[in-house]
């Protein structure tokens, strides 16, 4: 079966530190990988996708990147973090083909002081 | 997107009540459908999903039902306890579409014992 990492579980970092955010998917090859970012009490905001080795995609612009140097590896960094770049992050895969089903990892919590 | 700056809608029912949680979307095209629920501090986690082929689907204790007519899906979870306490997304995506799943702005259950 498939299964889904994310570390760490939370992190409290100053601001202008640097940022490095790993989630991991075994059980599966070729997946669609995603980062969202989710306010306390809102909705889910899409950060980036990916469909292959070294494809991200961004959809907002923002003091954040992505990379994906290895199929089943994404990772979520920042070189210089912002007080509003706090919040709840959550990687998701899915099947390459389409999207429909996400399956989502059990998240970061960043809070940034 | 809208969805996300905007505070969670709030639906309270009394445990071993039937809850019925709304979801409209926009997209004609959509054609695959799912439902997410998110407990607190945790990633969301699949629970059902249909395709527009279909008008209704049930699984444990929850039925999805979809009315493509006025664009509009409903969760109803059959006889609610403290355990469902949660945020519900609805999630839809659309053949021949781009891999990305478009989120709804997610309900918050509050079950009362």
């Known amino acids: 079966s498939q299964t889904i990492h994310q570390w760490p579980a939370t992190l409290v970092q100053p601001v202008g530190s640097p940022l490095s955010l790993e989630c991991t998917v075994e059980?599966?090859?070729?997946?669609?990988l995603y980062w969202y970012r989710q306010a306390a009490g809102r909705g889910l905001q899409l950060l980036f996708y990916?469909?292959?080795?070294?494809?991200i995609s961004s959809e907002v612009p923002q003091n954040l990147s992505a990379s994906r140097p290895q199929d089943r590896q994404f990772i979520l960094s920042s070189k210089k973090l912002l007080l509003s770049d706090s919040g709840f992050y959550l990687c998701?895969?899915?099947?390459?083909?389409?999207?429909?089903?996400?399956?989502f990892g059990p998240g970061t919590r960043l809070l940034v002081l | 997107g809208e969805s996300v700056g905007l505070h969670l809608p709030t639906l309270s029912v009394q445990e071993g009540d039937n809850s019925i949680i709304n979801c409209a979307y926009s997209n004609s095209a959509s054609d695959y459908f799912i439902w997410y629920k998110q407990e607190s501090g945790k990633g969301p986690q699949f629970i059902i999903d249909i395709r527009s082929n279909m008008d209704k689907r049930q699984g444990q204790r929850v039925t999805v039902l979809l009315n493509k007519t006025v664009k509009h899906l409903s969760l109803q979870i059959a006889a609610t306890q403290p355990g469902d306490s949660a945020v519900y997304f609805c999630?839809?995506?659309?053949?021949?579409?781009?891999?990305?799943?478009?989120f709804g702005r997610g309900t918050s259950l509050i079950v009362h014992p």
């Open positions: 059980g599966t090859s070729n997946p669609n």
């Open positions: 998701a895969w899915s099947e390459l083909r389409r999207g429909e089903t996400q399956y």
């Open positions: 990916s469909v292959g080795i070294g494809q």
């Open positions: 999630a839809e995506t659309s053949a021949g579409g781009s891999y990305i799943p478009t």
